[in-house]
């Protein structure tokens, strides 16, 4: 039998968006390679999201760069059925003030609306202490369609006007006003 402390262990770096922070994940996957789309469980609630590969590191136990215990592994590589129609995601912010890089985008993925965001730099280090800080906005299918059919008529595309509604600096406080005003529910978390 191998000792746990000479047995070499896959720890990957995945990343969300282009050029943001990587996390650590372990793998078993010997074919996952750097440059990857991989399926990663986020957060508390372990929501799945996909992420790119960006370093792969084979280490022994006593040489890994987050505990053994507490990391994640990849759930799986992504394939095409891991996403409805490519054109479900869009960007609702990609922008660079003085203190940060903002960056939100929106998927529709099994009828259900998820939003991410990202921001980089010196606000949210001020604020968390922290270079960077990411965000989920999760609607399940019910919700969903409840805030597209608030959106639009039948004549409208509702992702059209979801953008168009809540895209820029503000869209994310004007979303969550929207869905407290009509009672539409989702889930947040962020790290």
């Not at 372990?46 to 280490?59: A, D, P, S, T």
Request: negative net charge; proline residues 3%.
């Amino acid at each position: 039998m191998m000792n746990q402390d000479l047995k070499q262990l896959i720890y990957c770096s995945v990343s969300f968006s282009k050029g943001g922070y990587t996390y650590y994940y372990r793998t078993e996957d010997v074919s996952i390679e750097v440059g990857d789309k991989v399926v990663v469980p986020v957060g508390p609630d372990k929501f799945e999201r996909v992420g790119v590969v960006e370093e792969i590191e084979h280490l022994n136990s006593q040489d890994v760069p987050y505990p053994i215990e507490k990391t994640k592994f990849i759930l799986r590589k992504w394939a095409k059925e891991d996403s409805d129609r490519t054109s479900d995601e869009f960007i609702l912010l990609d922008n660079e003030t003085h203190s940060a890089k903002i960056r939100v985008w929106g998927e529709i993925k099994d009828g259900c609306l998820k939003i991410s965001g990202q921001d980089i730099g010196r606000a949210p280090d001020d604020a968390f202490d922290d270079n960077e800080y990411e965000y989920f906005y999760d609607f399940d299918s019910y919700n969903t369609e409840r805030l597209f059919k608030l959106l639009s008529d039948e004549n409208d595309d509702p992702v059209d006007e979801f953008i168009s509604r809540f895209s820029g600096l503000f869209g994310i406080k004007a979303l969550r006003e929207f869905c407290e005003e009509n009672r539409i529910k989702y889930r947040f978390f962020s790290f």
